[in-house]
């Protein structure tokens, strides 16, 4: 909320400006219109890059000591073959079909620091994508593949700047990727949660138990 306040008077103050510059401009007032005008404008181009930025945040969920972010079940459909029925905690069901014996869950994680944590911004988090994968490694090279995307990139993608640009954002403290991935057995079930050092994921009914304990 504070950072919708601040892009909304950055902007309001530089249009402002703007036209104030532009109507001493008209009274030929050149040098003060000149000067009122581009701090207007640079106060507008400000404004849209905090609110590209603020809209790509959006996409993301607030990171707390350890926080649930979705459960998934898996209907065998044939050999290394999977329906995976997928829900996170702010969304629907989500359903996929995986190959391979094994799931793997993606997210992006944000942390802060400074100016940011100032301006209210937790650690963040977002679910990026889900696969399927092969325990054996031929296989995983030659066998049919599925990854399936769960995000959008609205706005201007902060995490991937940052991680190309690391250091020219000062208030962003760490930019990391993480995964979780578990054994697939029909009827399995899973939640999954993140934490401070990333996903972790859990079997919550006896079939994904002993599925683990085998696989192990």
């Known amino acids: 909320m504070l950072i919708k306040v601040l892009v ?12 104030l510059g532009l109507r001493r401009l008209w ?20 404004a849209a890059l905090a609110g590209a930025i603020a809209l790509n945040l959006y996409t993301y969920q607030r990171l707390t000591y350890e926080t649930p972010v979705a459960e998934v079940y898996f209907e065998s459909l044939a050999p290394n073959r999977f329906r995976a029925s997928l829900t996170p905690t702010d969304k629907n069901v989500l359903v996929f079909e995986l190959y391979g014996d094994a799931w793997q869950l993606d997210a992006r994680v944000l942390k802060w620091h400074g100016v940011a944590l100032l301006l209210g911004l937790d650690p963040m988090y977002r679910l990026d994508r889900l696969s399927g994968r092969y325990s054996d490694v031929a296989q995983e090279r030659t066998a049919p593949r599925s990854v399936y995307n769960l995000s959008e990139d ?3 993608d902060i995490w991937t700047v940052a991680r190309l640009y690391e ?3 000062p208030w962003v403290d760490a930019v990391y990727g993480s995964a979780t991935y578990m054994p697939m057995a029909d009827g399995a079930r899973y939640t999954v949660t993140m934490t ?17 304990q085998d696989w192990r």
Do not use: Y
């Open 167 to 169: 250091g020219w954002i």
């Open 196 to 212: 401070t050092s990333g996903l972790v994921a859990r079997a919550t009914n006896e079939i994904a138990q002993k599925a683990l």
């Open 27 to 46: 009274r030929r007032k050149l040098f003060t219109g000149s000067m009122q005008g581009l701090t207007g404008l640079l106060l507008l181009t400000a």
């Open 8 to 19: 909304a008077v950055i902007a309001v103050l530089g249009l402002i400006l703007f036209v």
């Open 154 to 156: 609205p706005g201007l």
